[in-house]
């Protein structure tokens, strides 16, 4: 059985930190990319991250670049997502998937084959 399993989220106070984690089970780790979503109340959701399975390369929301940074752990089978000077509107559910980063957040988006249960981030001023 296919499992993503989202987890790190919390209250936090603007321009803290947060690092979130996404377990992968029942799929060779190898061979999906994952990706980071979010979507706050009432908001589109929106592409957040995504790093490739096959070199590593990282995509970046405009939102989050320089501020949030993906990384993976191959032995753990986990990939993480570290959130730093943290802002209310990124306050949303974030979401971890496994598919593709090609044409990450754009409309030519390949698509995400497998999708977790989101965890909660919330950011007060």
Known sequence: EVQLQASGGGLVQAGGSLNL??????????????????????KEREAVSCISSSDGSTYYAASVKGRFTISSDNAKNTVYLQMNMLKPEDTAVYYCAAGWCTGWGTQYHY??????KGTQVTVSS
């Not at 377990?23 to 994952?34: M, N």
């Not at 698509?111 to 977790?116: E, Q, V």
């Open 21 to 42: 984690s996404c377990a992968v089970s029942g799929f060779g780790f190898d061979d999906h990319d994952i990706g980071w979503f979010r979507q706050a109340p009432g």
């Open 111 to 116: 698509g995400m084959d497998y999708w977790g």
